[in-house]
């Protein structure tokens, strides 16, 4: 399991690793029942503060999507995969929608951003599919 965190890119770092969480559980990737590193050992490979990760794995518990079970760790809820589909879409969907009206305000037509879309979706999907032969 590898988890990545950019703490340039403006977003907390706690909330990186939540969206990626809910991510690995959307995609399956995190399995129902399938422990998560420790908070020790999640810091240590992100190089980030425990108290980040700690912070990350409340938000997740209280969402559902994590809990801990004493004397195991912690691992992924039952009902978690449905939950983070949801949440992903919602995710995309607000990220989507911020850039889309950055490009209509910087003055691009429909037309134009619906054609960088296109191209992009063709400069992407070479690199999808090389993405998908690796899992």
């Given at each position: 399991?590898?988890?990545?965190?950019?703490?340039?890119?403006?977003?907390?770092?706690y909330s990186q690793i939540v969206r990626q969480v809910k991510f690995a559980?959307?995609?399956?990737?995190?399995?129902?029942?399938?422990?998560?590193?420790?908070?020790?050992?999640?810091?240590?490979?992100?190089?980030?503060?425990?108290?980040?990760?700690?912070?990350?794995?409340?938000?997740?518990?209280?969402?559902?999507?994590?809990?801990?079970?004493?004397?195991?760790?912690?691992?992924?809820?039952?009902?978690?995969?449905?939950?983070?589909?949801?949440?992903?879409?919602?995710?995309?969907?607000?990220?989507?929608?911020?850039?889309?009206?950055?490009?209509?305000?910087?003055?691009?037509?429909?037309?134009?951003?619906?054609?960088?879309?296109?191209?992009?979706?063709?400069?992407?999907?070479?690199?999808?599919?090389?993405?998908?032969?690796?899992q």
């Amino acid at each position: 399991m590898f988890f990545t965190v950019d703490p340039s890119n403006g977003v907390a770092i706690y909330s990186q690793i939540v969206r990626q969480v809910k991510f690995a559980v959307a995609e399956q990737t995190l399995r129902p029942g399938q422990l998560l590193p420790s908070v020790r050992q999640l810091s240590q490979q992100l190089a980030v503060n425990p108290n980040t990760v700690a912070r990350a794995f409340q938000d997740l518990q209280s969402e559902g999507v994590i809990e801990t079970l004493r004397g195991r760790g912690v691992v992924v809820c039952k009902g978690a995969v449905e939950r983070c589909r949801k949440q992903r879409r919602s995710i995309l969907a607000e990220r989507l929608s911020a850039v889309l009206t950055e490009a209509l305000q910087a003055g691009l037509s429909a037309k134009e951003v619906r054609k960088l879309v296109d191209e992009q979706l063709r400069t992407l999907d070479g690199t999808i599919e090389a993405i998908a032969e690796l899992q």
